[in-house]
Every structure is written in C-alpha cells, then in structure tokens.
C-alpha cells in the first residue's frame, strides 16, 4: 500500500491549484488526481460534485497508480491547515511528510474568496456587509461559514505545522513570489524537495481557479443554477470543464476599495502578521503597504 509523502495544505486562493497541476506533470512527482480529498480533517462534503474521502481504502487507492520511481507523493486539501488534530492525524500515518504552505496577502485573499463567492453564487451581499455577516455568526469552520477573516489568519496554522512536523519537513512559500516568477518558485521547492535535475518551464503557465465573470445573461442564469452545476462537475472531466468554463467565462475585474475600507481589513490581521514576522521571520511587510484606491 503506497502512502503520501507530502502535503499541499494550504491556504484557499493562494493558488494551490495551480500548484498542484504544475506538480502532477512533473518526473517523479504523483499527485492524486482528486484535488482536496480532505480525509485527514472532518468537513463537509461540497454538494454532489464532490464527496469528500472517509474510508481508509479509498484514500489510499488515490496514489494506487504512483511508479516505483515517484519519490513524491502527494495530495492537497487547504483544510489541513486550519485543523491541527488533522495535522495531528497525518503525522501519526506519515511521520516523514513533508507539508507545503503557500500564503498570501489576507487583504488580497479575502477580495479574491469573496469575489469567487459572488462568481459562483454563493454570496449576494456585498463585501463588507458578508464579511461582517459572516464573522458575526456563532457557528463557524471550513465549509460552514465562509471564514473571509478566519482564512487570512496564518500564524496557528504555521506554528502547528512548525511543532508537529518540525522545520525541515515544513516549506512556507507566497503566492507573490509565484505571480513574480514561477520559474524560480519551483526551483526552490524542488532541492526543498530533494529533486534535481531539469524540469520544463512553468513561466508560461496560466494561472488556474482564476477569478472569473460569467460573460452574458443567459450564461449567468445557467452559471448560478447550482443544481446544474454540481450535476456538471461531478459527471465532466476536468479538461472539458476547463473548456466550458472559457466559453462562458471572461477574466474578472481587480475589487478596489478605498483607503480607509482597507485599513478597517487590516486591523483584522495586524496581530497575526505582528505574530508571524516575530516567530518565522517571514519576509510578508508589503502587505502591511495600501494597494487598493477607488
């Protein structure tokens, strides 16, 4: 039985996706073919298009096809990062896992979460009046409130993926470095890796999960019919879906918000980010610059 070696946890809209695709096409790299099987944490299932990994069997049938020659093998599920007993759960089947985090700019990550919501037809508020539905409510957690906030709060997930699996075996990248220069992104997480060697170009690569706007009406309707939608996603390829979705889709437009609305965003992050440069040193302080005018 082949079991995981590494862990692409995290965060949600910091282009995990991406990341993973990239992985998956590389020589001796497998990655499961099922992106966020989440079998590690307690969540719920998403709709019908996808439910989530429960039984020991079908967990590990997922890396079933790995070659004797993959000396990675992986999986990716941003829950991990926000649960410590699944981080907990991993280490105890996998003592010798090696756990990616790619983290983002919060402000940068919560506009982009909120506008994928509105894309998708989960959310008809505007921003600040979801964010503030959203933080307010009592019940929360990955997949039961949106956790606009919650998400862009990094330092727990770092510090308890530093003391459970160590340092070493925990490679904390930014999502501006992989918009920067994809190239040098990867070279960097392959010698972390234990990979050598040539690797095709990643510079050209588009960017995947990209945020995007439904381009006409009609499409809109059909687009926000979630029935649909989920009925689409759980019968379609992954190739034909990405042909649909650019027929339908045009890129979205930037979210601006004013200089005031985005120093009312920062103080929800300041402790973490203060926490976070203190304890791991992280070279994060242009996120504490204004980037969004109206």
Known sequence: MKKPNFFLIGVP??????????LSAQDHIFMSELKEPHFFSNVGDFGISQ????????Y????????????????????????????????????????LIVLRDPIDRLLSHWSMDVREGVQKKSLFDAIEEDYSRSEKGYRVSHMYIECGRYYEGVKNAME?????????CLFDDLMESPSHFYKRLFVWLGLSGSFYSVSKLSHSNKAGEVKNVVARKLF??????RFL?????????????????????????????????AKFFSKDLDNLI????????????????K
Request: proline share 3%; net charge positive; charged share 25%.
């Open 13 to 22: 809209k910091a282009g995990t996706t991406s990341i993973h695709e990239v």
């Open 51 to 58: 439910k989530n990994i429960r039984s020991d069997s079908d």
């Open 60 to 99: 590990y049938k997922l890396f079933s096809k790995a070659s004797a020659g993959d000396r990675v093998i992986g999986e990716s599920s941003t829950s991990y990062f926000y649960s410590k007993p699944a981080m907990e759960s991993i280490k105890e089947v996998c003592p010798d896992a090696k756990i």
């Open 164 to 172: 459970i699996f160590g340092g070493d075996n925990v490679f904390i």
């Open 224 to 229: 926000h019919f979630r029935p649909l939608r």
């Open 233 to 265: 996603a759980y019968w379609l390829s992954g190739s034909i879906k990405a042909v649909l979705r650019s027929l339908i889709m045009s890129p979205a437009g930037k979210v601006y918000i004013s200089v005031e609305e985005e120093e009312k965003l």
């Open 278 to 293: 203190r304890d791991y040193d992280l070279n994060v302080s242009s996120w504490r610059t204004v980037k969004y005018l």
